[in-house]
């Protein structure tokens, strides 16, 4: 039996749907030097062909020389990574739940379809309710859960930090605080692990003016109503998540160990409902997950993660999984 190493590519990466949160991806790959091969993949042939001509385009001030073209599903067979941003998008005022079942069967196509290229690689979906959708991709590929990887809280993280850095105006890159659970509305944010470099943020507030404990909650409602706020002004959101899928491909690609809070399979970690994909911090490399980082919660902060838990494990069984 062939091992990942002899049926894959390294540094290629194909995309599944063009559409504004793919090209994103896209764009932030091309403009980061990530990748030396890109394929792009959708239903509608053309837009891919016009999205791939308009991304060649910027090769002379790129930082690195890429392939990139159009293709098709047989393209996924050497493929290390394959994105799947395909599904219909989420509406104003729909929670990324009521997207659930217009997405399933989208999802579970798409990866019949990349599977029968003989795609050996790692899976990487972006397609909303993330968790929900991971768990219908792995499901349909029949891949070790290791090399399935959802978005999952990576976004909301992102903004969670950015948030604090605002706050406080400490450069972003120095704030380490996780949004863990399910990619939506019972999300949370692990407030006893976040620190400002390696000082615990509940000493930063005791000890600058910026920001004080009553603003830990407003911090946490503009996250995770960000989506809602985009959406709600521009219909939808995509250049944070492009260049959020970047962070993780990169981490793939470079095989880096990096912490990332992405939507894994859970087996047992943190003493929550086992067999569903949920937000948790990881480490990641370029099999995948190599393991999931388990964090000392505090009582609230387990409650919150059981509860979240339990709702995506309850999606689950509404599906038949």
């Not at 937000?279 to 000392?296: D, R, Y």
Request: charge should be negative; hydrophobic fraction near 40%; include cysteine.
């Amino acid at each position: 039996m062939k091992s990942q190493a002899d049926t894959i590519k390294k540094n290629k990466v194909a995309i599944i749907g063009t559409g504004m949160v793919g090209m994103s991806y896209a764009y932030a790959l091309l403009n980061q030097g990530i990748a030396n091969e890109l394929v792009l993949i959708d239903i509608d042939k053309e837009r891919a062909e016009g999205e791939a001509m308009d991304l060649n385009h910027g090769l002379a001030v790129a930082p690195r020389k890429m392939n990139i073209f159009a293709g098709d599903y047989e393209d996924c067979k050497d493929a290390h990574v394959v994105v799947i941003a395909a599904g219909v998008s989420q509406k104003p005022g729909e929670t990324r739940i009521d997207l659930l079942k217009r997405n399933a069967a989208i999802m579970t196509t798409v990866v019949q379809e990349i599977m029968k290229s003989g795609f050996n690689g790692i899976i990487l979906v972006a397609t909303n309710p993330v968790d929900i959708l991971t768990y219908v991709a792995w499901k349909a590929s029949s891949l070790p859960n290791s090399r399935v990887i959802g978005s999952g809280t990576s976004l909301d993280t992102a903004r969670l930090r950015f948030e604090i850095a605002k706050k406080i105006n400490i450069s972003v890159k120095n704030i380490h605080a996780y949004i863990m659970g399910e990619h939506g509305d019972t999300e949370f944010v692990c407030w006893s692990n976040a620190n400002v470099g390696a000082k615990p943020l509940v000493d930063v507030i005791e000890s600058m003016e910026e920001i004080d404990f009553d603003d830990l909650h407003e911090i946490h409602k503009s996250v995770k109503n960000a989506a809602y706020e985009i959406i709600d002004r521009k219909k939808a959101t995509y250049y944070g998540i492009g260049m959020t899928l970047v962070s993780i491909t990169a981490a793939i690609l470079n095989d880096e160990n990096r912490i990332i809070p992405v939507s894994v399979y859970n087996g047992g970690t943190y003493g929550i409902a086992n067999d569903l994909y949920i937000g948790l911090p990881a480490v990641i490399n370029g099999e995948g997950v190599h393991h999931v980082v388990e964090i000392k919660l505090n009582k609230k902060e387990q409650s919150q993660l059981d509860h979240s838990a339990a709702l995506l494990r309850d999606y689950l069984d509404q599906l038949g999984y």
